[in-house]
């Protein structure tokens, strides 16, 4: 399985952290967040990276190279204009092939084991989505899950970030740029989208303050040891 990291985003809430350096290289628990997620993407025995880029994206290709240092073989998927996150994984298409692949949002922090992420997905499935609990900055939810089949009516819980799609779920979709919600709504519907509850920790650090309270988780976590 290969894995699409989400890459590109300008990450203007984050500012002024954003203004020097793109948001996958802010540092957390040592890391950035981007090697956050390679070096758990690797621990599931996913090495084949493809990676968006458009904001600083010089730096953040400087930083990874090839992805040897992980034992990873890194991609990219330079975007001249943003594409948004549907848009940037459709443009990587080419690059991430005909089958199942993971996606990962460099801007979220969990301690879900990718090994747990399903390698086949259900029979006719268009993707599976890792759902969290609503955090307080998004208390309404995305989808539902009823089994484990996505819904839009019911007990709504968030999307996390990380999922796994068939390539086939962009069929269809002329535009270039366009949001990837566009596409998971058109999967509901068609009642081919499923789901998969992750019940550990999860951020999205998408502000400063969220940021903080990552950094405060791990330190936490550092002096359990």
């Known amino acids: 399985m290969r894995a699409m990291l989400l890459a590109a985003g300008l990450g203007t809430r984050l500012r002024p952290l954003t203004d020097s350096r793109p948001k996958p290289l802010l540092e957390v628990g040592g890391l950035t967040l981007i090697e956050h997620q390679i070096r758990r993407l690797q621990d599931a025995g996913i090495q084949e990276i493809v990676v968006n880029l458009h904001y600083m994206g010089q730096r953040i ?5 090839d992805g040897s240092r992980w034992g990873a073989k890194i991609h990219y998927s330079w975007e001249q204009d943003l594409l948004e996150t549907g848009g940037g994984i459709k443009a990587a298409l080419d690059i991430i092939g005909d089958e199942a692949f993971a996606v990962v949002s460099s801007d979220v922090y969990m301690d879900m ?3 747990d ?3 086949n997905l259900v029979s006719g ?3 599976c989505l890792v759902m969290v609990s609503n ?3 998004h208390p309404r939810g995305d989808f539902s899950l009823n089994g484990d089949r996505l819904e839009f009516e019911g007990n709504r819980m968030t999307y996390s970030g990380v999922s796994v799609l068939n390539p086939e779920i962009f069929q269809g979709i002329e535009e270039d740029a ?5 596409a998971l709504e058109r999967a509901i519907t068609a009642g081919r989208l499923h789901g998969m509850l992750h ?3 999860w ?3 998408g502000t400063p303050e969220r940021y903080a309270l990552l950094e405060k988780h791990l330190s936490s976590l550092e002096a359990d040891e």
């Open 61 to 65: 290709e400087k930083t990874l190279g």
């Open 113 to 115: 084991n990718y090994e």
């Open 117 to 119: 992420l399903p390698r």
């Open 125 to 127: 499935s268009l993707g």
């Open 135 to 137: 955090p307080p900055h």
């Open 178 to 182: 366009f949001p990837l919600r566009w």
């Open 199 to 201: 019940n550990g920790y």
């Open 203 to 205: 951020c999205d650090v």
